[in-house]
């Protein structure tokens, strides 16, 4: 049978040269720094499929640039890993993304090197137990538009130099044990204006002023030790959607406050306000209002959502009276 021959041959063609659409992508400069994060990590399970055999690209936990084909994300989470970050992760100079989440085994600090990832948009070192400060170096990646560093042991003081980032949407610091006052640049953010969760740390002071020149949509300063009076956060023709204060020894009178329609979260439990509710409460389309264990005194304005409510988020309050507390004498 002569086809057989034809047959073979052909059939020794397709073998002998790869599919196009399975043409290597990975970059080998990228592969060898990923083989150098790995075995700094000793190796790990999670990262099992990092075989230099294999195409970079189609690891798990990395994505690479479908046009550049450079890896552009690094995302590990809920991994069994044990170290600190490697520094050679600063040597993936397409990484738009950094994440290692949810890793109670990894430790010691941010490293020096993650500057040199001038293309880097977010940067999500959470639930791990990081500790040391937090590096001013930060401010040179000027790219990034999310910083979350929440759930960590990370100390001393908020960097200043962090309102030098002109593209943050959000800044999470919240549950670390962080110290000292919030930055007054924190009210001088030149470019976006990030939402700023400061909550479950040691902060003291009085809340800077500058902020009340910048219109925030969410700020969280909740369980601190912050003191003094914070109205200037609120106003008529503010943005402000998200507010908890709650758990401080904020001090000042909240009757004289005006809120903005924006407002449908609001939290200032166990402080020391004092004064009266605002009648303008009562016009907003809130979602959740929290004013319990404060000096606050007379009638709570009747109407909107403020009767939705119940008794716990008004009660050990000096002489606050009306529904849905006890009728006022």
């Not at 994440?99 to 791990?128: D, V």
């Not at 960590?152 to 006052?181: V, Y």
């Not at 000096?295 to 409510?309: N, R, T």
Request: aromatic share 10%; proline share 7%; net charge positive.
């Amino acid at each position: 049978m002569q086809f057989l021959p034809i047959l073979f041959f052909s059939l020794l063609l397709v073998f002998s040269f790869p599919c196009p659409s399975h043409s290597v992508r990975c970059n080998p400069k990228d592969k060898k720094v990923l083989l150098k994060i790995k075995n700094d990590l000793g190796n790990p399970y999670h990262l099992a499929s990092w075989d230099p055999n294999t195409d970079c690209c189609y690891w798990y936990v990395v994505k690479c640039d479908r046009k550049t084909n450079r890896i552009n994300a690094l995302t590990v989470f809920q991994a069994n890993i044990s170290g600190q970050i490697p520094a050679a992760v600063g040597d993936l100079p397409f990484l738009e993304t950094l994440q290692f989440h949810h890793i109670t085994n990894l430790t010691g600090t941010i490293p020096p090197t993650i500057t040199k990832l001038t293309n880097l948009k977010m940067l999500r070192l959470s639930f791990t137990n990081l500790s040391g400060p937090i590096p001013q170096f930060l401010s040179q990646l000027k790219n990034l538009f999310l910083l979350e560093l929440n759930y960590n042991q990370f100390t001393g003081t908020i960097p200043s130099s962090l309102s030098e980032l002109p593209n943050l949407l959000a800044i999470h610091l919240d549950r670390n044990k962080l110290t000292g006052q919030i930055p007054e640049s924190f009210g001088k953010f030149r470019g976006q204006i990030p939402s700023l969760y400061l909550s479950h740390n040691s902060l003291t002071g009085p809340v800077p002023k500058s902020l009340g020149n910048l219109n925030f949509t969410t700020l969280d300063f909740s369980r601190n030790k912050l003191e003094g009076d914070v109205s200037f956060l609120f106003g008529k023709n503010k943005a402000i959607q998200i507010i908890d204060l709650s758990r401080n020894t904020l001090q000042f009178d909240l009757s004289k406050v005006e809120f903005p329609e924006s407002l449908t979260w609001l939290d200032l439990n166990h402080n020391r306000i004092f004064g009266r509710l605002p009648e303008g409460l009562k016009d907003l389309q809130l979602q959740n209002l929290n004013v319990s264990y404060n000096k606050l005194c007379g009638q709570i304005p009747q109407g909107g959502k403020l009767q939705s409510f119940d008794v716990y988020s008004y009660f050990h309050n000096k002489c606050l009276c009306g529904s849905p507390l006890p009728e006022c004498k």
